[in-house]
């Protein structure tokens, strides 16, 4: 089985690492879109078009199963990814409102993302349809900060506290952050500093290999413990994603792909 | 006389700016490339690959001289520009340079712009061959502080600390520093707290201007004071172009144009 794992990004490696523990049999094939990211602040429409057009190209290359490794493609466009194909298709919103419920107590929950996946509102919907209320708030300088190499860095520490302690003052029967950005679990640490004790950090890579890993198993997969192939494709240099994403996969990257799109 | 102006976002708004005001005359073409940008991270083939197609755009689309008023994408890809048209292109980069060279006493500039540009030299080149000496700084965070509206926050000022303090330390020769990317002029006076005193700060969008006036009365075009028509084209949202893009601009938007590229 070879599954397709979309980001705009290195984000989505995170996601990949946790499917290779949990999904350990099949062959991946990673898209990362990186000519054309930022996906956080463009709009709807532009989201789907990219997304689609990537999610296709790992269809042509032979991936039998999507997994939608980006917040705000999943935000934005996950019906539109899932229409454009005829293969299974998971994206992390469901599974991180999932991993939200499991953790929270009061069904309070703030979620923190990029401007589009909060403009979307897809978890706040997600997280209301479990019966939880949710606090959204945008961050769009984390990206930039995480992806400066700042993940552990005084002046994101006062970005955070800036987004977020008004938040937790207003809302103080909040005990889950959930991350909807696959670049946040960087900072995770960090986080546990800012937001108040007690408070859960919870974000969507397990709960979406989980999620991956039940589907499989109800199409009758059988796992069996072995390491198929991964290749890795970018739409922007090659160089830049292996040294960047050594970091977000937790493993060494010897070979990226580049890729050319037409839209 | 049509002038198509390029940039990958809103930033080049400074550039057109400065053109109503020199060549005041003109008809203008503005094309934001907003789907794709930030430029400043890209390689220098995607970067070259975008700005040739969204210029092609613009001479397609009647335009009779092209000011490249994105600082990435002069860097790295005005040759394949100047190339691909057969129109008159000028860039960003030569007419800072320049600017520098006459407030520059010492002959040491400082340059400030994204990963992208100094990771080309093009501002060193452009300096040295002026006979000047120059240090490059790659300044990733100050964008998206400056697209979040920070741009008179202690937090913006801290990372410019970070940046900036130990260059001027080390080259207290430096007597001028270059704006290298069409955003900073946003926060020209939170620099001007933290330059030491008597470094003067330019930045291309005057001179910029400047140039291409001087172009057109070689060409024996007659400047007669009448404000043109002025196009705005995007790629995405062309709500959020029009509402940040005021910023850039100093006057109101009424209207902009979405535009949809094949690359």
New interface residues.
């Given amino acids: 089985l070879k599954i397709g794992v979309f980001d705009s990004g290195v984000g989505g490696l995170t996601v990949l690492r946790e499917l290779l523990q949990h999904v350990p049999h099949a062959d991946y094939i990673y898209f990362g879109d ?3 990211l930022p996906y956080g ?3 709807a429409a ?1 989201v789907a078009k990219y997304a689609t057009g990537a999610v296709q190209h790992l269809v042509d290359r032979g991936a039998e199963f999507i997994v939608v490794a980006c917040n705000t493609a999943t935000a934005l466009a996950i019906q539109e990814i899932t229409a454009s194909v005829h293969i299974p298709v998971i994206g992390v919103v469901e599974p991180g409102a999932e991993q939200a419920m499991r953790a929270t107590k009061s069904k309070n929950v703030a979620v923190i993302a990029t401007e589009a996946t909060v403009g979307s509102h897809a978890y706040l919907r997600a997280l209301e349809r479990r019966g939880l209320r949710a606090q959204e708030k945008a961050c ?2 984390l990206v ?2 995480i ?2 190499g700042w993940t552990d860095h005084s ?1 994101t520490e ?2 955070v506290h ?1 987004y977020l302690d008004t938040l937790f003052r207003e809302h103080p029967q909040v005990d889950t952050l959930l991350l909807g950005c696959t670049h946040y679990p960087l900072i995770r640490e960090l986080l546990r500093r800012v937001v108040p004790t007690g408070v859960a950090i919870v974000d969507s890579a397990e709960s979406t290999a989980l999620a991956v890993a039940a589907a499989l198993q109800s199409q009758a997969a059988k796992a069996h413990i072995r390491c198929g192939e991964i290749q890795l494709l970018a ?3 090659t160089e ?1 994603f292996r040294r960047s994403g050594e970091r977000f996969l937790g493993r060494s990257i010897e070979q990226v792909e580049l890729v ?4």
Same sequence: chains 1, 2.
């Fill in positions: 990186t000519a054309r602040a463009k709009s532009t769009p300088l930039p900060l992806e400066e002046v006062q970005v800036i739409t922007d240099s830049k050319t799109l037409h839209e």
